[in-house]
């Protein structure tokens, strides 16, 4: 089954209605907390569209576990906490993170994966690609609340550890050699890039 399979293009309509309509109804504030209440329903359908157009894709390995670490000791990403938007919280890590976590990875992944198979560009780029959305995403998150850092500061620890923690993920992907479509690889971070760049316009 390929992008261009109308099934798949109906998921991708609904994906990017999803987030158009998240960001216009963030960008209103008298509706933003009803559309921030749907934010782990848009985390999940994310994943659910990347799988499900890369419906021969299999991959399993922990990120999980790096975010609770962080959290709870403040060692990897810097000392921060995690807001209720995401949903239920396990060691006070939101179980979700790991869903956002794992699309970003496959995606970024897949995207410089259309463009070389070279192992060395596919272990280092997508990191770089992560590391750079998190730099868009983070003055949007503490607006909204979806976590706080210790004296509103944004510590350099925190996107050292994005990439480093990235760089291993991006390595444990390559040795799956799995082929991920490139649609919905720059569809995603597409979207992710728009959505989160307006809202630093808006916000």
Same mark, same amino acid.
């Given at each position: =089954? ?18 158009? $309509? +998240?960001?216009? +109804?963030? @960008? ?9 209440? /749907?934010?782990?329903? %848009? ?6 569209? /990347?799988?499900?157009? %890369? #419906? #021969?894709? $299999? ?7 790096? *975010?609770?670490? +962080?959290?709870?000791? @403040? ?11 995401? +949903? ?18 496959? $995606? ?21 690609? =992560? ?18 850092? *210790? ?9 050292? =550890?994005? /990439? ?29 890039? $728009?959505?989160?760049?307006?809202? #630093?316009?808006?916000?």
């Amino acid at each position: =089954m390929t992008a261009h399979n109308p099934t798949n293009n109906r998921w991708i309509g609904l994906l990017l209605l999803c987030y158009f $309509s +998240g960001l216009i +109804g963030i @960008g209103i504030p008298a509706y933003r907390a009803l559309f921030l209440y /749907f934010t782990p329903l %848009n985390l999940l359908l994310t994943l659910v569209v /990347f799988y499900k157009i %890369n #419906n #021969n894709f $299999s991959v399993r390995f922990g990120v999980f576990s790096v *975010e609770a670490i +962080g959290v709870a000791t @403040g060692v990897l990403f810097g000392s921060y906490s995690y807001g209720d938007t995401f +949903g239920v919280k396990l060691f006070e890590t939101p179980i979700l993170i790991g869903v956002n976590w794992l699309f970003l990875a496959f $995606s970024t992944y897949g995207t410089v994966q259309h463009f070389t198979k070279k192992a060395a560009w596919l272990i280092l780029i997508p990191p770089v690609l =992560m590391t750079l959305l998190d730099y868009i995403v983070e003055p949007v998150a503490i607006k909204l609340g979806f976590w706080t850092w *210790e004296n509103d500061i944004i510590p350099l620890q925190n996107y050292a =550890m994005w /990439f480093i923690t990235s760089l291993v993920i991006h390595a444990t992907i390559y040795q799956f050699k799995p082929k991920i479509n490139a649609k919905i690889s720059f569809l995603i971070i597409g979207v992710q890039v $728009s959505f989160f760049g307006i809202l #630093n316009l808006l916000l």
